[in-house]
Every structure is written in C-alpha cells, then in structure tokens.
C-alpha cells in the first residue's frame, strides 16, 4: 500500500491536470454537468477527511508544541500574505464582486494537497499536514474580517455568516471529528486499522475527484465571465511570484531551518480555492463571475506548482551542506 501511496503522491501534478482536462471535455461534449454542482460539499467534505485522517492524534500535539513554525506560518498566512493581496487587488477594476472572488481565493491557505506538494519539494511536510486543522480553523474565523477590511461597506451586502458556519461544520469539525474517532478505531481494531490504511490511499484520488465535480460544474456556467477571468489573471501570476519569496524569506528571518522554510513558501503560495467555492457560490449574484475567478486560480496554481515542487529544494540547500559537512 505504501507504494501505491507513494506513486499516487510523486503523480499528484499528472493527476489532477488529468481530472480538469477530463472535466473540462465532459463539461463541452456532455449536456447538463451543472448539476454536479451539488456534490461539491459532499466531495470536499470527504477529501478534508481523508486529509485530516492522515494527521496522527499525536502528530496534532507535536503541531502545538513546534510554537516556532506554528507561530511564523500563522504570521506569514494571516499578517504578511494579506497585505501581498491588498496590495495587488488595488490593481483591479472596483468591482466588488471581482474583488470578492480574488480575496476569497487568495486570503485562505491550503489545507489538502499542499501537504504532498511540499513533500515532493523537500519541505517539512509532515509538520505542515499536523497544522492543517488549525490553518482551516483560523482562516474561517480570519476571513471574513479580511472581507470587511479591504472590501469596506461593500462587504456587508455580499458576506453571509451562514455560509461560513455551514463551512466550519461540515468542512472543519465534521470531518476532523470522524479522522479522531477513526484513529481511536484504528488502534483498537484490527479491522479499524485495516480502513484506515485503505482510506490513507484516497486523498490525492479525493483532491482529484473535487477538481473534476468543480470545473465540470463551473465550466459550462461562465459565459460572458471568461472576461473576468482574464482580468484577475495577472494578479494571481503576480501572487504565484511573490508568496512563496515572502513566505520563505520571513522563515528564514526568524530563523527556521530550511525544510521548515519550504513548508512555510509552500503554505505562502498554496491557496484553499476548492474550500472557498461553496462560501462563493453561497453569495447572492455570484454565479457567473466568483466561479470564473476561483476557477482560474486553480488553473494558474497547479502550472505554479510544478515550478515549485523543482524550484523550492534549492532555497537553502548550501545552509543544509553547509551544515552536513560540519557533522
């Protein structure tokens, strides 16, 4: 099983170019694919399940006690990438829908294939997938005051705490609630252990899945929205350059060692854009152009992180020789 684990991981980048493309062609050839917009929540729910069933109970606490790293990659995803993307949205056209939908995107840090993406790229992936449950908690309860702030009074009209309580119900605490109690069922049972090796399988074939229910769903609903999409493009090639070299650069002014570095440029630049589809698609007026937005950032993050994944063993690498050679 750990083979095929592995070999799903290194493949991760092939696979899930493969789910848009099979999407994107059921989306043109196959009427009526809207409706799997319906599935969205549910499919998420699952990957984050999967996701968290991956963070051993021990492992949480080893999250809680690194305060170093804890504490610099919630100071580089909730402090320094906000004002990366305040300062890019004052780009954009003053919509506040399109805002909307870049904020949205860009101010909530991935918690799902970030994990295998950081490990391919020599990151400290394992310390990275024991802080996922609480990046996907503080981004909940962070956003929509991000929201308020840079959207200003035009916020209140768009921005719902319904959508955002469903979300940390069904996509936090549901999900991180069946990966503890599968844990414990792990340990005491044989046959606990067995599905929770079988489930440690699905995560990369779950992130896959979503990709495939949301750009089949989405595609066929843009229309006039592709101008949308063009307009924010450029903001988030920008973002794509700039977050991980912030992301690194604050790790290593506070001294963290290179893998944890990485972990943090990797968490910078990786954003939860599946996540925050429901929160967009919740918001009323929203369903041609925030679908449009979100979606053209999955598109450009996933050609970014095939730059990363050859890019991010570098930074560092002469600190680490440096100090193999010492020992």
């Known amino acids: 099983m750990s083979i095929t684990r592995e070999r799903l991981e290194e493949n991760q980048v092939a696979i899930y170019f493969v789910a848009v493309v099979v999407a994107a062609l059921a989306a043109y050839f196959v009427p009526g694919t809207t409706w799997l917009e319906s599935a969205i929540n549910p499919a998420l729910a699952f990957m984050l399940f999967v996701t968290f069933l991956q963070v051993p109970v021990a492992e949480l606490g080893k999250a809680f006690s690194r305060f170093k790293f804890l504490g610099v990659l919630l100071l580089t995803n909730f402090v320094v990438i906000p004002c990366i993307v305040g300062f890019l949205v004052q780009f954009l056209p003053g919509d506040p829908m399109l805002r909307l939908g870049v904020l949205l995107v860009l101010l909530t840090p991935c918690v799902d294939y970030v994990v295998t993406f950081s490990h391919l790229g020599r990151?400290?992936?394992?310390?990275?997938?024991?802080a996922t449950p609480i990046?996907?908690?503080?981004?909940m309860i962070a956003l929509p005051v991000y929201l308020s702030a840079l959207l200003g009074e035009n916020a209140a009209s768009l921005i719902q705490a319904g959508p955002f309580l469903h979300a940390f119900v069904w996509l936090i605490a549901i999900p991180l609630a069946l990966a503890i109690a599968a844990h414990f069922w792990a340990k005491t049972s044989h046959?606990?252990?067995?599905?929770?090796?079988?489930?440690g399988l699905l995560p990369v074939p779950?992130?896959?899945?979503?990709?495939?229910?949301?750009?089949?769903?989405?595609?066929p609903q843009l229309g006039s929205a592709i101008g949308a999409a063009m307009t924010v493009l450029p903001v988030y090639v920008a973002f794509a350059v700039l977050a991980p070299i912030a992301g690194w650069l604050v790790g290593r002014m506070l001294g963290l060692v290179p893998t944890e570095g990485r972990a943090i440029a990797f968490s910078a630049s990786t954003r939860n854009s599946l996540v925050v589809l429901p929160l967009a698609l919740a918001v009323p007026g929203a369903a041609l152009v925030l679908p449009a937005v979100i979606v053209t950032q999955i598109l450009v993050e996933l050609l970014s992180e095939l730059v990363y994944v050859r890019v991010m063993p570098l930074l560092g690498r002469s600190l680490e020789a440096s100090k193999a050679a010492q020992t």
């Open 123 to 130: 990151a400290d992936a394992r310390l990275l997938l024991a």
């Open 135 to 139: 990046l996907l908690i503080v981004q």
């Open 191 to 199: 046959i606990g252990e067995k599905t929770s090796a079988a489930l």
């Open 206 to 219: 779950a992130t896959a899945f979503v990709l495939f229910v949301v750009v089949a769903s989405v595609l």
